[in-house]
């Protein structure tokens, strides 16, 4: 048996329930795309906002890039003009070193030169200096101003008629012989110079008195002289002193 009531009390909430949930879902959508639309929108604002962030700081990094070439381009052209610098320095440098190497061996050849002409001019000094000495000398010489004293005060001890004589081999040049009998214990005193020169001339003074004091010069020839001391007393001897002195 059909109860009314239950039969037609479902129909109604079944119609009314299909048109909410279709409003519901209708809704829903709306919804959905309003916040996927506000969801799509602030990916696309942010990133076209980041883009152009990025783009500036691209477009600034370029700029840079730019600059830092021009910079590096501007010093790998003073490091290649350096480079070249350094070589033609270098190049310098190797010139000057073989120069100075050059020069170095000059002075050290011209440091030998001087230190033999040096040593010769200290050699023709010192010839000098003989020659002059011995020129002064030859001009003596030949001036007869050199003196050189044979005997000098020698005392002679001699018996009546007797005569001492002194014998020189070393007259080398030409000139006199001086005696001096500075004193004599008797007034017959003489004395006489004989000589034989070195090519063979012979010369003789003869007996030259001289009494108790006197001087007798006489000229010699380069040689051998022998000067003779004597007294003429027939009976007693006789004492004198002498100096015979060479003058050429």
Request: a neutral charge; zero cysteines; hydrophobic letters at 25%.
């Amino acid at each position: 048996m059909k109860n009314p009531i239950y039969s037609a009390s479902p129909s109604v909430p079944q119609q009314g329930g299909s048109a909410q949930v279709k409003s519901r879902f209708a809704l829903g959508i709306v919804i959905g795309l309003i916040v996927g639309l506000v969801i799509a929108g602030i990916p696309a604002g942010y990133f076209y906002m980041n883009n152009s962030s990025l783009n500036s700081k691209y477009t600034t990094l370029e700029s840079n890039y730019s600059s830092l070439q021009s910079k590096y381009s501007s010093l790998q052209s003073q490091y290649s003009s350096l480079q070249s610098q350094s070589s033609s320095l270098q190049s310098q440098y190797s010139s000057l070193n073989s120069q100075y190497s050059s020069l170095q061996s000059q002075y050290s050849s011209l440091q030998s030169k001087y230190s033999s002409l040096q040593s010769q001019y200290s050699s023709l000094q010192s010839n000098s200096s003989f020659l002059n000495s011995q020129y002064s000398s030859l001009q003596s010489i030949a001036s007869l101003s050199q003196t050189e004293t044979l005997e000098n005060s020698q005392t002679i001890n001699q018996p009546a008629r007797y005569y001492t004589y002194y014998t020189f081999n070393n007259i080398n040049y030409a000139g006199y012989i001086t005696v001096d009998v500075s004193s004599s214990t008797t007034s017959n005193t003489w004395v006489e110079i004989v000589g034989t020169s070195s090519n063979g001339i012979s010369y003789n003074s003869g007996q030259l008195p001289v009494g108790s004091s006197g001087t007798v010069s006489y000229p010699v020839l380069p040689g051998t002289v022998q000067v003779e001391i004597g007294n003429s007393n027939l009976f007693s001897g006789a004492t004198e002193t002498v100096t015979i002195t060479y003058t050429y």
